[in-house]
């Protein structure tokens, strides 16, 4: 016996196919001609043939227009009427018989029929392709409520609420029904309840459950208990749905007896998820009541929360860790289970003082007033790094823990930090200086490679001119630490007033010739010589020892003599520079024991001193 194609996965197909036949390879048209025959409706017809006509398949797949119209003069749907109930053995055999000027016709009451059946995937397959073969069904009122429908049946609410939204459906008494309920299952009571206003008649003929269900859910979730249990009326009372919310209802009514009877009873016949709502409905009625510990309610919240995972379950399970921990004084608690409703659920629906609070929190951790270990405050941070304040705040909260890093020598994480500052949350004028500084921690850290990424990706040649030379200096360190520095000294050639960087580079790379001409472009006056002007002549003394260039050192002596006459460096300087052609090794290893520390390149030439080595490129 053959195994029957579901019909509307059947009429899904009826436009994937552009080949000649029309029929998508995926379908076995002896398949669907088989149920068709079934139906007493083959009339001596091969399965192509037959199969085609059902599927409005048949030769050249020509496109069916002119319902859209015709759908639009239709009545308008303001009632639950629309949704007619249809079998789908006869919607099968309308199908199969029907000619193909009335096929659309056929599909469009067998969507109705589904959404009435609460079939809301199927039903939106059938619409779907009704609209492939005539796009202009989107601009029809009646067929965007319809679509709207199925939609929030599948549990598709921005899609569906979506579809509704519409002028010639915002005061349709049949699309607020849907909104309400679409609304209301997607957490938003307030906006669900405005809604009933404009309802009429539609919920007081019979209906589905879940529209009541979503009625009485609003209610509650919005502080009105009473009317929720006026939406519950209809429903039966071992409806495990409709006991879960009035034992919710019961709750917020101070009746805490009846509601967690309610609860257990759902626990009986419920669904899983109904299931687990109810033992969650249970703790939150032990904390309300205070006839549970709060440590004891978050271990059972903790094993709701590890056996159920989204919707309005753990979403309110979070909402009650978060208070609980926060009573607690749970600082670490609060974050986790704050930081969870955050990122997974609408913050919005926390309440306005919600976000602002957490991220109080945070800043509160993070506080040097706490002295909270740095690691702590590091691991706390970067946890949580997605709730740190906006704006000014955030960047001094994010800037003052990378300091505290980078003090410790912490390199890559306080470059990790400040990274994630730079491509997530620094603005447009920020990024310049503050990607030097990532890629300048990346080559503390002996991280060259990370330093080069976070230029490239930082690229902006909108950037201002010394905000680019400022990074070229930093991307040439980077190249030099990874023993490419002939690139390195190509890039600087770019840069205006970077010579005491290249013959900073020079230097550590012992090219004395390179050096003398370069270093020899950034000597000083001969007036008074501060730190750095006495490790610029000297060390320019020093590369024309090596040199052995004993004119240049006598002009150096005649020029600097009287400035290093009274300083702690002047020894060194007549040892270079009083006799050139008397300095021995001896000499030049004493005169380079007395160099000051300072680089003559500033801050630039301290980083390039202060990398770590790592493995040459070969250059």
């Not at 915002?170 to 669900?192: K, V």
């Not at 994630?420 to 500084?437: H, N, T």
């Not at 007549?574 to 001896?586: F, K, M, Q, R």
Request: charged fraction near 25%; hydrophobic fraction near 45%; glycine fraction near 8%.
């Amino acid at each position: 016996m053959k195994r029957p194609v579901a019909l509307s996965a059947i009429l899904v197909f009826a436009v994937l196919d552009q080949s000649g036949t029309g029929l998508s390879a995926a379908v076995d048209t002896r398949d669907i001609a088989g149920e068709a025959a079934s139906a007493g409706a083959s009339g001596g017809e091969s399965d192509d043939q037959l199969a085609a006509r059902i599927l409005g398949a048949d030769g050249a797949r020509a496109r069916l227009p002119g319902f859209a119209a015709r759908l639009a003069q239709d009545r308008s749907i303001t009632g639950p009427g629309a949704w007619h109930k249809l079998s789908d053995a006869a919607a099968w055999k309308r199908l199969s018989r029907v000619r193909r000027g009335e096929l659309q016709q056929a599909r469009w009451d067998y969507a109705r029929a589904l959404v009435a059946a609460e079939r809301g995937a199927e039903a939106v397959g059938v619409l779907d392709v009704m609209v492939q073969d005539d796009p202009d069904l989107a601009m029809v009122d009646n067929f965007r409520l319809a679509r709207g429908a199925a939609l929030i049946v599948q549990r598709r609410y921005e899609a569906g609420l979506a579809s509704l939204d519409t002028p010639g459906l915002h005061d349709n008494p049949e699309a607020c029904a849907w909104r309400m309920r679409g609304l209301a299952q997607s957490g938003f009571a307030d906006s669900a309840l405005q809604q009933l206003g404009c309802v009429g008649h539609t919920l007081e003929k019979p209906r589905p459950a879940a529209f009541f269900l979503a009625a009485a859910r609003a209610a509650i979730e919005a502080g009105k208990p009473e009317a929720a249990m006026r939406w519950l009326e209809p429903l039966p009372d071992r409806d495990p749905a409709a006991n879960l919310y009035r034992g919710r209802a019961q709750l917020a009514l101070g009746k805490g007896d009846a509601a967690r009877l309610r609860f257990s009873r759902v626990e009986e016949s419920g669904t899983l998820e109904q299931r687990t709502d109810a033992r969650l409905s249970k703790v939150e009625a032990e904390v309300a009541a205070h006839t549970i510990k709060p440590r004891e309610a978050l271990r059972k919240l903790d094993r709701i929360r590890y056996s159920w995972r989204g919707d309005q379950i753990e979403e309110r399970a979070l909402r009650l860790s978060y208070k609980l921990n926060d009573d607690l004084g749970d600082l670490s608690g609060a974050l986790a289970s704050g930081a969870l409703l955050f990122r997974h659920f609408n913050a919005a629906r926390q309440g306005t003082d919600f976000l602002p609070e957490l991220r109080g929190k945070l800043a509160g951790a993070l506080s040097p007033e706490r002295k909270l270990p740095l690691e702590q405050a590091a691991g706390l941070y970067w946890n949580y790094r997605d709730l740190a304040p906006g704006g000014s705040e955030g960047d001094r909260m994010t800037s003052q823990l990378a300091a505290r890093l980078q003090a410790a020598g912490l390199y890559e994480r306080a470059a990790d930090l400040l990274s994630y500052q730079l491509f997530m949350r620094a603005g447009q004028l920020a990024r310049g200086p503050l990607s030097a500084r990532v890629a300048s921690l990346y080559v503390l850290a002996a991280r060259p490679d990370r330093a080069l990424e976070t230029l490239r990706k930082s690229d902006d040649p909108s950037l201002p001119e010394d905000m680019i030379a400022a990074r070229q200096r930093v991307e040439a360190v980077a190249l030099n630490q990874i023993g490419r520095p002939k690139e390195a000294l190509a890039v600087l050639e770019a840069v205006p007033g970077s010579e005491a960087l290249q013959a900073e580079i020079l230097w550590k790379r012992q090219e004395w010739e390179r050096y003398a001409a370069a270093s020899g472009q950034t000597l000083p006056g001969s007036g008074a010589l501060d730190k750095l002007g006495q490790a610029s002549v000297l060390r320019q003394a020093i590369a024309l020892a090596m040199l052995g260039r004993e004119a240049e050192l006598a002009a150096l002596n005649q020029r600097y003599g009287a400035a290093f006459a009274k300083l702690p460096s002047k020894a060194a300087f007549e040892l270079l520079t009083g006799a050139p052609g008397n300095v021995s090794p001896a000499a030049l290893s004493r005169a380079l024991a007395a160099l000051p520390a300072n680089s003559p390149a500033g801050d630039i030439g301290d980083l390039l001193e202060q990398a770590p080595p790592v493995g040459a490129a070969g250059d």
